[in-house]
């Protein structure tokens, strides 16, 4: 019954959706300081990032093909 506070609950995952979706963002970019991602390896639900990424990776194909068929006529 002796259990260590940290070893005997997961960590919590608290951040929002908002907080997800700037992370996801910024990593498309590649620009990410170390402590960010400790930060956010700590606090982001992987489910989150997972539909924050399809969903930033979606609408990038979106604008892309949008640029197309405005440059060529």
Same mark, same amino acid.
């Given at each position: 019954? @002796?259990? $260590?506070? =940290?070893? /005997?609950?997961?960590?919590?995952? !608290?951040?929002?959706?908002?907080?997800?979706?700037? &992370?996801? #963002?910024?990593?498309?970019?590649?620009?990410?300081?170390?402590? @960010?991602? $400790?930060? =956010?390896? /700590?606090?982001?639900?992987?489910? !989150?990032?997972?539909?924050?990424?399809?969903?930033? &990776?979606? #609408?990038?194909?979106?604008?892309?093909?949008?640029?197309?068929?405005?440059?060529?006529?």
């Amino acid at each position: 019954m @002796d259990r $260590e506070p =940290d070893q /005997a609950r997961p960590a919590q995952r !608290h951040a929002g959706f908002g907080q997800t979706a700037r &992370a996801v #963002l910024w990593s498309f970019f590649g620009v990410r300081r170390k402590s @960010d991602y $400790e930060k =956010d390896a /700590a606090q982001l639900n992987p489910v !989150h990032v997972i539909i924050a990424g399809l969903l930033a &990776a979606a #609408l990038f194909v979106a604008l892309l093909i949008v640029i197309v068929n405005l440059v060529v006529p």
